[in-house]
């Protein structure tokens, strides 16, 4: 009859509590020491003795340089997928909302804050459940081939997502049809609204040349030239606004 093994409690916080015999150190796998220091440092903090309590934020500096390849290195899939994903969303809704560039690294900051309460209360519940080191080691320990194909796969998502993104912030389309829009009617009109002095001629000035620049924001910027009937010429340039707010058109300086 296999004994039920006595779940791991630490009653002080010093590091030999952590031990209990090797079963947290055989789960944590290389580096345990390192671990077991930084997690008494958080119990010290916290004036606690329970490691299950612990949510003390505590920076993993290698969480927060490498993100999400950190946590599936450890096998922290759920803390990796979760972090993948508010990365992405955030990415996603910034040309929504209209929110500044940079809130994506938000995600990776927090989760590296709390990323030694996560791997803490993980490695608790891998020495809980299982009888044995050999079982210990295998469900925890680390995984370079997790750490590699999860990372590609979240690199994937991210371009993904990132061209995405850089659609929604520039109305969308291919840049033909951007460039296209950039001097179609409903921008002529906006744009006689919007610079009403360039158009006082009787003959419509026509465009001439319409050069379209994107930004690595994202950005639709126009340059259109127009020639108006008295044979002078002007340049307007402008922000492409997304399709059907036209009349929002942005001039430049």
């Known amino acids: 009859m296999t004994e039920t ?7 002080s916080t010093s590091a030999a509590s952590l031990y209990d015999g090797g079963r947290i ?22 004036g606690s003795t329970a490691w299950q309590v612990v949510w003390r934020p505590s920076l993993n500096w290698p969480a927060l340089f490498l993100g999400s390849m950190w ?4 096998k922290l899939y759920v803390a990796g997928v979760a972090s993948v994903l508010i990365m992405m969303a955030i990415d996603l ?13 938000l995600p990776q900051i927090g989760f590296s804050l709390f990323a030694n309460a996560f791997y803490l209360r993980r490695a608790l519940a891998i020495a809980n459940r299982h009888d044995n080191d050999a ?23 991210f371009a993904l997502t990132t ?30 609204t919007t610079s ?6 009787s003959a419509a000035p026509r465009p001439t040349r319409v050069h379209l620049r994107i930004t690595p924001a ?25 399709p059907g707010q036209e009349s929002s058109v942005t001039l430049l300086d």
């Not at 093994?5 to 009653?11: G, I, K, L, N």
């Not at 946590?71 to 450890?74: I, L, N, S």
């Not at 079982?135 to 999860?150: E, L, N």
Request: contains cysteine.
């Open 135 to 157: 079982d210990r080691a295998s469900a925890g320990g680390v995984s370079w081939p997790a750490a590699i194909f999860c990372t590609l796969g979240a690199c994937a998502a």
């Open 5 to 11: 093994p006595t779940p791991v409690v630490a009653s």
């Open 196 to 201: 009403p002095k360039q158009w006082t001629g």
């Open 218 to 242: 994202g950005e639709a910027r126009c340059e259109a030239t127009f020639r108006d009937g008295a044979g002078g010429s002007f340049t307007l340039r402008y922000l492409l606004p997304p």
């Open 71 to 74: 946590f599936f290195y450890r």
């Open 93 to 105: 809704a910034r040309p929504l909302l209209g929110l500044p560039p940079g809130l994506e690294l």
């Open 25 to 46: 150190r055989a789960v944590v796998g290389p580096n345990a020491h390192i671990f077991m220091g930084r997690w008494v440092r958080m119990l010290e903090r916290a």
């Open 163 to 192: 061209s995405v993104a850089a659609s929604l912030r520039s109305g969308g389309g291919s840049p033909m049809e951007l460039a296209q829009r950039c001097a179609d009617s409903r921008m002529l009109a906006a744009l006689r």
